[in-house]
T-cell receptor, first 113, second 113 residues
Framework: EPEVTQTPSHQVTQMGQEVILRCVPI?????FYWYRQILGQKVEFLVS????????KSEIFDDQFSVERPDGSNFTLKIRSTKLEDSAMYFC???????????FGPGTRLTVL | KQEVTQIPAALSVPEGENLVLNCSFT??????LQWFRQDPGKGLTSLLL?????REQTSGRLNASLDKSSGRSTLYIAASQPGDSATYLC????????????FGGGTRLMVKP
């Protein structure tokens, strides 16, 4: 069964460093998303992406964040200068169409020291 | 702004019991509602998607209902098993918020053998 994959599973970085989280969405899906979950808190929406551009973003998704689809399979989230409060589990998701069922990857745990 | 609440936050039941998990949302103008399962430190597994025009969806021992006008959904688990132990999350896609999902805080379920 097709699934969303994410790499790495765990990333440790120093405050101020740039990180890139990678995702491979399900191959025939057209909509891609990033969410995050700070330990003990709700899952929060960051950004959605369709047709090679951002379709929606939350107030969390500020200038420190960017997304890219560098090729036909990968979808990346870049954090330019990490802060301690960026420590969280980051989930990538995809859906076939907008407002369809969203399928989530296993997540990348980001630890900022 | 859509708010999603899940009650109870935690639930412990003996194996074999039927149980109901509750989800409420403040804005009834939703497009769909999705129930997920999350195991500790893992990603989100989609269980059921209910479109706003539907009243319920079933998958195996799971049955989800939706009462859009009152802003409520329930997830019914029949004949619970220890393997059902996990956190169950509900999330809504609102008409005025694009494709983003707004999540509840989850119900942590423990099924004791």
């Amino acid at each position: 069964e097709p699934e969303v994959t994410q790499t790495p599973s765990h990333q440790v970085t120093q405050m101020g460093q740039e990180v890139i989280l990678r995702c491979v969405p399900i191959s025939n899906h057209l909509y891609f998303y990033w969410y995050r979950q700070i330990l003990g808190q709700k899952v929060e929406f960051l950004v959605s992406f369709y047709n090679n551009e951002i379709s929606e973003k939350s107030e969390i998704f500020d200038d420190q964040f960017s997304v890219e689809r560098p090729d036909g399979s990968n979808f990346t989230l870049k954090i330019r200068s990490t802060k301690l409060e960026d420590s969280a589990m980051y989930f990538c998701a995809s859906s076939e169409q907008g407002f369809n069922e969203q399928f989530f990857g296993p997540g990348t745990r980001l630890t900022v020291l | 702004k859509q708010e999603v609440t899940q009650i109870p936050a935690a639930l412990s039941v003996p194996e074999g019991e039927n149980l109901v998990l509750n989800c409420s949302f403040t804005d009834s103008a939703i497009y769909n509602l999705q129930w997920f399962r999350q195991d500790p430190g893992k990603g989100l597994t989609s269980l059921l998607l209910i479109q706003s025009s539907q009243r319920e969806q079933t998958s195996g021992r799971l049955n989800a209902s939706l009462d859009k006008s009152s802003g409520r959904s329930t997830l019914y688990i029949a004949a619970s098993q220890p393997g059902d132990s996990a956190t169950y999350l509900c999330a809504v896609s609102s008409n005025n918020a694009g494709n983003m999902l707004t999540f509840g805080g989850g119900t942590r379920l423990m099924v004791k053998p």
